[in-house]
């Protein structure tokens, strides 16, 4: 039944060590999203995909990088973690790019920094 | 910049009360607005979309408002239950572009 499955729920790597988290979805949904969320915090959107079409947030760091090889993957690359990157890491889909429709969402990667 | 904000951090409400809950934005226009519930260590899940010409949605025990003159909408959980409570999260969305949230409504309900 899941639909957009993350993995893994949680994440442990070292300080300026290469991460990759992955988020694979069964909806064959054109859009793909990745948000970073911190505590309290709203979620903030890294960047999506429409397809095979990439869109970079202007305030993505160049740290952030992402791959969506096939319409089902799409995985979050981080290349040198920093402490302030430690958050929930969230992908989601949805149908078409905003048009009535909603995001549904994976459980998350819980990312921690050491 | 476009800026999304939810009334209070947290609300606290007896049980079998409406809550309500606001969302207000400024420097967006957006096609739709949309409300999702997100639990502890969860991802958010969708419950609600309402267009910009529709001023008002309702499924079951829930109702939105979509105010385009105030740039508001409002969010309300008639007789409100201990399992309602929960972060509630309100988006926006245009026609093409992403959908970007607010930080937030911690809403909790005491027995």
């Known amino acids: 039944d899941a639909m957009v499955i993350q993995n893994p729920r949680y994440q442990v790597t070292q300080f300026g060590k290469p991460v990759t988290l992955s988020c694979s979805q069964t909806l064959n949904h054109n859009v793909m999203y990745w948000y970073q969320q911190k505590s309290s915090q709203a979620p903030k959107l890294l960047f999506h995909?429409?397809?095979?079409?990439?869109?970079n947030e202007a305030d993505t760091p160049d740290n952030f990088q992402s791959r969506r090889p096939n319409t089902s993957f799409c995985f979050l690359d981080i290349r040198s973690p920093g402490l302030g990157d430690a958050a929930m890491y969230l992908c989601?889909?949805?149908?078409?790019?905003?048009?009535?429709?909603?995001?549904?969402f994976g459980q998350g990667t819980r990312l921690t920094v050491v | 910049s476009q800026k999304i904000e939810q009334n209070s951090e947290a609300l606290n409400i007896q049980e079998g009360k409406t809550a309500t809950l606001t969302c207000n934005y400024t420097?967006?226009?957006?096609?739709?607005l949309q409300w999702y519930r997100q639990d502890p260590g969860r991802g958010p899940v969708f419950l609600l979309l309402?267009?910009?010409?529709?001023k008002e949605k309702r499924k079951e025990r829930l109702k939105v408002t979509f105010d385009t003159t105030l740039k508001q909408s409002l969010f309300h959980i008639t007789a409100s239950q201990p399992a309602d409570s929960a972060t509630y999260l309100c988006?926006?969305?245009?026609?093409?572009?992403?959908?970007?949230f607010g930080s937030g409504t911690r809403l909790s309900i005491r027995p």
């Open positions: 988006a926006l969305s245009s026609s093409a572009s992403k959908i970007i």
């Open positions: 309402i267009r910009e010409n529709e």
């Open positions: 995909y429409y397809d095979k079409d990439f869109n």
């Open positions: 989601a889909t949805s149908r078409e790019h905003g048009v009535d429709t909603e995001a549904f």
């Open positions: 420097n967006y226009s957006p096609a739709y």
